[in-house]
């Protein structure tokens, strides 16, 4: 069964500074989609970053960025410049072709001025 | 442009008693429908998903049901609350025909008591 690990519950960073969240994942297929959410305290899901397991590129979005090591099965987010907006709770999330969207337990980011 | 529409936004039911959550998307036609719960400060955990009118898969043994009567209706059911069955409930779809990332309701707090 696909599984998504995200081991750290809760993360904090200073504004200004960089941070990374760890995400991997156990699957079989060679074909998917990985997903970083946020969650605010609205608790509205929010898509942060999507990647592609085909491409090699890692995918990146302004401030955000992710090192996608598909050997490895590691998806980490890095979030450059913290800002107080981006304090919410972060999931890592796996999705193969016509396959059910896998979610990971989450991680708490705060972040301190 | 696609939406969706979550509803109640807040629930308050007693034990023992019944529930129906609803969700709808407009603006697409056959997409996968997903029903997740979310307990205060943890992850999601996908309760059901379907990728048709009537195919319904259940990820864990619990006290909900969960039916697509049309194309784009999802309804997430109980016949008898439990306490445990509290939590904060997230309805999403993804498009079929290709991966992409999930478009989520605006959530269901759900408080058993």
């Known amino acids: 069964a696909q599984t998504v690990t995200q081991s750290q519950p809760e993360m904090s960073v200073q504004e200004a500074e960089t941070v990374t969240l760890s995400c991997t994942y156990d699957t079989s297929e060679s074909d998917y989609y990985l997903f970083w959410y946020k969650q605010p305290p609205s608790r509205q899901m929010i898509l942060v970053i999507r990647q592609e397991a085909y491409k090699q590129q890692n995918a990146t979005e302004n401030r955000f960025s992710v090192n996608f090591q598909k050997a490895a099965k590691s998806f980490s987010l890095k979030i450059s410049d913290s800002q107080l907006g981006d304090a919410a709770m972060y999931f890592c999330a796996w999705k193969e072709y016509g396959n059910k969207l896998v979610f990971g337990a989450g991680t708490i980011l705060r972040v301190k001025s | 442009s696609q939406t969706i529409h979550q509803w109640p936004a807040t629930l308050v039911q007693p034990v023992g008693s019944p529930l129906s959550l609803e969700c709808t998307v407009e603006g697409t036609s056959n997409p996968n429908l997903y029903w997740y719960r979310q307990a205060a400060g943890r992850g999601l955990q996908l309760l059901f998903y379907?990728?048709?009118?009537?195919?319904i898969s259940s990820e864990v043994p619990q006290n909900l049901s969960a039916s697509r009567p049309q194309d784009r209706q999802f309804i997430l059911s109980s016949k008898k609350l439990l306490l445990s069955d509290s939590g904060f409930y997230l309805c999403?779809?993804?498009?079929?025909?290709?991966?992409?990332?999930?478009?989520f309701g605006q959530g269901t707090r759900l408080t058993v008591v």
């Open positions: 379907s990728v048709g009118i009537g195919q």
């Open positions: 999403a779809w993804t498009p079929l025909g290709y991966v992409a990332e999930a478009f």
